[in-house]
C-alpha cells in the first residue's frame, strides 16, 4: 500500500517529460481552473482552452523597452513646438468677429450664410411700415459656434441694419465708428487690469463694406465711411448681387472703385507678401485673390440641381447662375481669402496696427491729462521751500523725458503710416498693370 501511494499519477502525452514535480503541479492546478471556468460556462471545448502544460505564462509586469540614444543622439526635441502649439490652440479655439456694413437689399445676410453654412437670422423679423419711416443705423451681434475636423471656432458677426436706408445719411458712419472704439477701449481697458489671462477679444477682425452694383462708383457716403474706418479696421470691398452685371460691367466698376480710393488716399487691407519659399499654386492664388479685389459675389443658400450635379445657386427664366463658379461670382475667391487662407492675418494686423494706434492715443492722452495735472499742483506750490523746488525740478525733468519718448512714438507711428501708404500705391500701380494685361 505505501508502494502505490508514493508511485506518481502517469504525466500527460502532451507535457515534456523535462518539466519539474512544481511544474506539473502548476499544470494540473490550471487544467483545473480552466476545467471549471468551462463547466461554469456550460460548455467544455477542449482545443479553445489554454493547456498550461504546454505554453508558458506571460509575465506580469512586462520590462520596458530602453530608448535608443544612440540613434537620437544628436536630436535635442525643440522640433515638436509647433505641434505643442498646435494643440494648445485647437485646446483654447479661436475667435473672429466681423462686420458687416451696407444698405438693405444687397444680399448681406445672405452672403453670411453662404459662407458659414449657417442660419444666422432665421429668427428675424422684418419691420413693418411704420417702423421704416424713421430709419436710423444700430448694431446688432450675433454669435455663433462652428466646428470643422476638431478645430472650434467662435463667429460674432456684427450688422448694422438701418444704414443708408434713410433720407439723410450724413451721420450713418457714427455708429459704426463708436462701436469699433469701444471694443479698443474695452480691451485696454481689460489688458490695464489685473486679471489679463481671461480677456475676451471683441474687437473687429474684418469689415466687410458692401457696395450696390446700380451705381458708377462709390457715393459719397461710401467714401465717408471708408474714410474713417480705414484706419481702424481691416476693410474689404465686396459688390453685392453682381449677378446685375455681366462681365466687363464688373470689370469697369472695379476699376472706378479702386481709382476713387486713390484719389482720396483710401487704404484698404494690404495682402502680405508671399514668401519667397511658397509653392507656385499658392502665389499664383494669391495673385488671382489680390487682382479680384473688390470681390463681386453672389449669395444663395438654395440648393439646385444642373446637369447632375447640386450646387448653390440662383435660379432665373434664362438659367442658373452658379455661386460657387468663378466664372459667375467671386465668392469662392473671397471664401478663401476670409477663412482659409488670411482670417489669421486680418487678426494679426488688428492686433499690430489698428490697436497699436489706438492704444499710442490712449497712452498719449493720459500723459498729455497727467502733465496738466501736474503743472496745476506745480503753480499752487510754488511758494514752497527750496528742498522741495528742487524735488519738482527732478519731476520736471522726468516728465520732459516721458514727453520725448511720447514724441518719439509718435514720429515711428507716423513713418509705419507713410510706408504703409506707400505700399498700398505700389500695389495699386501692380493691380492696375494685372487689370491691363
Known amino acids: ?156 458677426v456684427v450688422d448694422t441694419p438701418g444704414f443708408g436706408d434713410a433720407i439723410n445719411c450724413e451721420d450713418s458712419w457714427r455708429v459704426c465708428t463708436q462701436y469699433i472704439d469701444e471694443q479698443f477701449r474695452q480691451y485696454f481697458t481689460d489688458e490695464s487690469g489685473l486679471n489679463r489671462r481671461n480677456i475676451q477679444d471683441n474687437r473687429v477682425h474684418c469689415c466687410l463694406y458692401f457696395v450696390p452694383p446700380w451705381g458708377h462708383s462709390l457715393r459719397q457716403m461710401d467714401l465717408d465711411l471708408i474714410r474713417r474706418l480705414h484706419r481702424k479696421v481691416n476693410i474689404v470691398l465686396v459688390i453685392g448681387k453682381a449677378d446685375c452685371l455681366n462681365k466687363t460691367e464688373v470689370r469697369k466698376l472695379k476699376e472706378r472703385i479702386l481709382q476713387d480710393l486713390e484719389d482720396n488716399h483710401i487704404q484698404l487691407y494690404q495682402f502680405p507678401e508671399c514668401d519667397s519659399d511658397e509653392d507656385d499654386d499658392f502665389k499664383q492664388q494669391d495673385r488671382e485673390l489680390k487682382a479680384s479685389i473688390p470681390f463681386a459675389v453672389v449669395g444663395s443658400n438654395t440648393i439646385l440641381e444642373v446637369a447632375g450635379k447640386k450646387v448653390r445657386g440662383r435660379q432665373y427664366p434664362w438659367g442658373v447662375v452658379n455661386v460657387e463658379d468663378a466664372e459667375h461670382s467671386d465668392f469662392i475667391k473671397l471664401r478663401t481669402f476670409l477663412i482659409s487662407t488670411h482670417m489669421q492675418d486680418l487678426k494679426d494686423t488688428t492686433q499690430d496696427v489698428h490697436y497699436e494706434n489706438f492704444r499710442a492715443q490712449c497712452i498719449s492722452q493720459i500723459s498729455q491729462h497727467a502733465l496738466r495735472e501736474r503743472g496745476k499742483l506745480k503753480r499752487d506750490s510754488i511758494s514752497s521751500t527750496n528742498g522741495f523746488d528742487a524735488a519738482i525740478s527732478e519731476t520736471d525733468r522726468l516728465l520732459l523725458q516721458k514727453d520725448e519718448e511720447i514724441r518719439r512714438m509718435q514720429d515711428m507711428l507716423t513713418q509705419m503710416q507713410e510706408k504703409l501708404k506707400q505700399t498700398h500705391l505700389m500695389e495699386m500701380k501692380k493691380n492696375d498693370s494685372v487689370i491691363d494685361v
Open 1 to 156: 500500500m505505501k508502494q502505490q501511494q508514493s508511485t506518481p499519477p502517469p504525466l500527460p502525452q502532451s507535457q515534456p517529460p523535462s518539466l519539474s514535480q512544481a511544474g506539473g503541479a502548476a499544470a494540473a492546478e490550471g487544467s483545473v481552473v480552466a476545467n471549471a471556468i468551462s463547466n461554469l460556462n456550460g460548455t467544455n471545448n477542449n482545443n479553445n482552452s489554454i493547456d498550461a502544460t504546454t505554453k508558458t505564462r506571460p509575465p506580469l509586469y512586462p520590462k520596458p523597452k530602453t530608448p535608443s540614444f544612440d540613434k537620437d543622439r544628436d536630436y535635442i526635441g525643440f522640433a515638436t513646438l509647433p505641434e505643442q502649439v498646435h494643440r494648445k490652440s485647437v485646446k483654447r479655439g479661436f475667435e473672429f468677429t466681423l462686420m458687416v456694413v451696407g444698405e438693405s437689399g444687397l444680399g448681406k445676410s445672405t452672403l453670411i450664410n453662404s459662407l458659414f453654412l449657417g442660419d444666422l437670422y432665421k429668427n428675424r423679423q422684418m419691420p413693418n411700415v411704420e417702423e421704416r419711416i424713421e430709419k436710423t443705423t444700430r448694431v446688432e451681434k450675433k454669435t455663433m459656434d462652428i466646428e470643422e475636423r476638431g478645430v472650434r471656432l467662435r463667429l460674432t
